[in-house]
């Protein structure tokens, strides 16, 4: 699995960072063993002033990340 994450789409280091582990998480929860992922961000995620760890913000990107993975497997 593969996360890349431009500094454009997220300028704070603490945010790339959430992003990264929350995808790697996601995907050793649950077991893919056999997929491959390269996910990359296209558009930005947070503003400079909201919170980058907001529980809110974890919770939106730990769902929109597991629906894209769940779709890519039923390919």
Request: net charge positive.
């Amino acid at each position: 699995m593969g996360v890349v994450v431009a500094k454009r789409l997220a300028a704070r280091a603490v945010t790339r960072n959430m992003i990264k582990r929350l995808a790697r998480e996601l995907f050793r929860k649950a077991e893919w063993v056999n997929s491959d992922f390269i996910i990359r961000l296209n558009a930005p995620v947070v503003h400079r002033d909201q919170s980058a760890s907001s529980r809110a913000g974890k919770l939106a990107l730990a769902a929109e990340l597991t629906e894209l993975m769940k779709s890519q497997l039923l390919r």
